[in-house]
């Protein structure tokens, strides 16, 4: 038997508090949006209960199998015509509080599943 070690994604969380999360070596202190090989900085849509789908244009748009939102402290629901939405366009979505967001993330990103999350940091 030959093992081979794949070489892990270079975006990887490593810690997260309130206020806070290191991915990798880097310490972001706003609101993240991650992929598998990138990160992106600018999403700014604070107001999750009523968000819409042309707010998540930008996700949509990179085609993930999966959704995963970050939405802080405390797990929110969106709205059901975002759910939907996603779900008609094969996408997966989840919403959790963003250290669980956080860990979901890195397990389906170890699995070599196409995932993006939304991290929102306060």
Known sequence: MKFIREPG???????????MIRIGDEVMTENVILFRDEIRFGWNANDIENLQEDEVGELIA?????????????S???PRDLMFALARKGIGFETMDT?????T????VSEGRDVAAVLVID
């Open 105 to 108: 993330f890195n397990i389906l």
């Open 62 to 74: 990179e085609d993930p199998e999966i959704l995963i939102l970050g939405c802080g402290w405390q």
């Open 99 to 103: 250290p669980a967001a956080c860990r």
């Open 9 to 19: 994604t270079a975006v990887t969380v490593r810690h997260v508090e309130k206020g």
């Open 76 to 78: 929110i629901l969106p």
